[in-house]
């Protein structure tokens, strides 16, 4: 049974942040545009996203824009692969963990010195949250949106592990209007 405690549940935040971004940069590549990087964050609770300097959010764009493949391939990654790529990751980074309460949070860890760039921040917290869901449950809770016409990334927060579709409401609803309409042709 998945049991989930504060702990859980920031982390659950985490890597839905981490999905949602790497979804949108993915999109804006393939697409040539931009990212929403700073909105998206802010949307997910990263607090300091509406401060952070352009160059911060940039950097942001940057290294989580390289991480995307990586990302995209946890669905079907083998663990010690993607053990091996975490460690490098954040080998790159200060890491100075501490315990906060700010902002009515309540207490939570983290990752990087308060001085730390709002960048540091958001990739630390990132990695740290995919290392703790990969030491817990490996690669199973994340899966690739059954929709014929979509590849975005999803993590599986169900108790079940019974997710099929990424956030956009619209691909389970293209895939159910489908099969129902071949359920009727059929009879």
């Known amino acids: 049974m998945y049991v989930t405690s504060g702990h859980d549940t920031e982390i659950r935040l985490t890597l839905e942040?981490?999905?949602?971004?790497?979804?949108?940069?993915a999109d804006a590549g393939d697409a040539g545009g931009a990212a929403d990087v700073r909105g998206l964050l802010s949307d997910h609770g990263f607090t300091r996203a509406g401060a952070a300097s352009a160059a911060s959010i940039g950097r942001v764009e940057s290294r989580v824009g390289a991480m995307v493949p990586t990302l995209h391939s946890l669905p079907t990654a083998a663990p010690q692969p993607t053990v091996t790529w975490i460690n490098?990751?954040?080998?790159?980074l200060?890491?100075?963990p501490s315990v906060t309460d700010h902002d009515g949070a309540g207490l939570h860890i983290h990752w990087t010195p308060a001085a730390a760039r709002f960048d540091e921040q958001v990739v630390a917290d990132i990695l740290m949250a995919l290392a703790q869901e990969i030491c817990d449950h490996g690669t199973d809770?994340?899966?690739t949106c059954a929709a014929a016409d979509c590849d975005h990334l999803f993590y599986d927060a169900t108790r079940n592990g019974s997710r099929r579709f990424c956030s956009d409401p619209r691909c389970a609803s293209r895939t159910h209007t489908a099969d129902h309409r071949a359920r009727q042709r059929a009879t």
């Open 88 to 92: 490098g990751q954040l080998a790159d």
């Open 141 to 143: 809770r994340f899966g």
């Open 94 to 96: 200060h890491i100075t």
């Open 17 to 25: 942040a981490m999905v949602d971004l790497a979804n949108a940069l």
